[in-house]
C-alpha cells in the first residue's frame, strides 16, 4: 500500500511507547489516524502531542470494546486502509511459578487483542474490496525465548502464528490485504511496567522472579532499546512495500539462524543475547 495520505489507520497502543509514535509518524503522512488505548491520560497524551483524528479508550482484551472501536472508526471514517494492532503487556516470572492470572492476562492482550480486531474489522476491510494492510506487533519473544519469560513468549508465539495464519488465510481468498508481523527487540517503552494497566480481576501478588525480570527488563530498555519512533518508520516502510516480517536490529538475522540450526539438529535453541 503505497499511498497513505488521505487514508484511515486505527492504532491500539497508541497512549505510549511504539503505539504513539507510529500514530505520530502516520499522522506526518496524511492519514486520519484513531488512536486507541486502554489508558484514558495516556491516550489524551496522545491527543495532545498528535493530530490524530479521534481517540477511543479501549481494553483490545475485550471483544465488546474492539466491537465499538470499530463501529466508531467505520461510522466515522467510513473505512479502515491501515489495522495496527500494537497492544501489548509483559508478564515474566518463573514458568512454573506463575499464577493462571498471568497467561490470562498476556494472552487476552497479546493474542486475543489480535483475534478481536480481526474479527471486528477484517470482514468489513474484504468487503471493501480496496487495497489495504494490517500490522500485528509481535516481538522477537515471539520468534527466540528467553528464562523468566514464560507468559509473554507463549503469548508472543502465539500472536505471531495467528498474524501468519492470517496473511495466508487473506490470500488464499485473494483479498488485497497486506499483512506484517513486527518484531522488536529492545525499544524504550514501558513494556517493563505493563503492570499499571492490568485488570484488578487479573492481580497477582509479585514474587521476586517477577519483579527480578522486570528490573532487568526495564534496565535494558533504557540502556539498550532503540527509539520508537526508528520502529514506526520501519513499520511504514512495510506497510509501502509489504513486507512480512519486521525485525528491528541486525542482530535478527543470527538469532532465527542459531535457532532453525538447533531445531534442525533437534537441540534445545540457544538462549539469544539481549539486545
Not at 503522512?29 to 484513531?34: D, L, N
Request: charged share 20%; aromatic share 6%.
Amino acid at each position: 500500500m503505497e499511498q497513505l495520505h488521505g487514508k484511515v489507520a486505527v492504532v491500539t497502543g497508541a497512549g505510549s511507547g511504539i503505539g504513539r509514535a507510529l500514530a505520530a509518524r502516520l499522522v506526518a503522512e496524511g492519514m486520519r489516524v484513531v488512536a486507541a488505548d486502554i489508558e484514558v491520560d495516556a491516550l489524551a497524551g496522545t491527543a495532545r502531542h498528535t493530530d490524530v483524528a479521534s481517540t477511543f479508550v479501549t481494553d483490545v482484551a475485550n471483544a465488546g470494546d474492539v466491537d465499538a472501536l470499530a463501529e466508531h472508526v467505520y461510522e466515522t471514517f467510513g473505512g479502515v486502509d491501515l489495522l495496527c494492532n500494537n497492544a501489548g503487556v509483559f508478564a515474566g516470572g518463573l514458568i512454573w511459578e506463575r499464577p493462571a492470572s498471568d497467561f490470562d492476562w498476556t494472552l487476552g492482550v497479546n493474542l486475543w487483542g489480535i483475534l478481536h480486531a480481526v474479527r471486528a474489522f477484517v470482514p468489513r476491510m474484504i468487503d471493501a474490496r480496496r487495497e489495504a494492510h494490517i500490522v500485528n506487533t509481535v516481538s522477537m519473544a515471539g520468534i527466540v525465548t528467553m528464562p523468566y519469560t514464560g507468559p509473554y513468549n507463549v503469548s508472543k508465539f502465539a500472536a505471531l502464528a495467528a498474524t501468519e495464519s492470517l496473511a495466508h488465510d487473506l490470500a488464499v481468498v485473494g483479498a488485497p490485504i497486506g499483512v506484517s508481523a513486527v518484531v522488536p527487540s529492545l525499544v524504550a517503552t514501558r513494556i517493563a511496567q505493563s503492570g499499571r494497566n492490568r485488570p484488578g480481576a487479573l492481580a497477582a501478588p509479585r514474587s521476586e522472579d517477577a519483579r527480578f525480570v522486570e528490573q532487568a527488563l526495564a534496565d535494558s530498555t533504557a540502556s539498550a532499546g532503540i527509539d520508537p519512533t526508528e520502529v514506526a518508520a520501519l513499520i511504514v516502510d512495510a506497510v509501502r512495500t509489504n513486507t512480512y516480517l519486521v525485525p528491528t536490529k541486525p542482530s535478527y538475522t543470527m538469532q532465527v539462524r542459531d535457532r532453525a540450526a538447533a531445531l534442525v539438529d533437534r537441540r534445545l535453541p540457544p538462549m539469544p543475547e539481549i539486545d
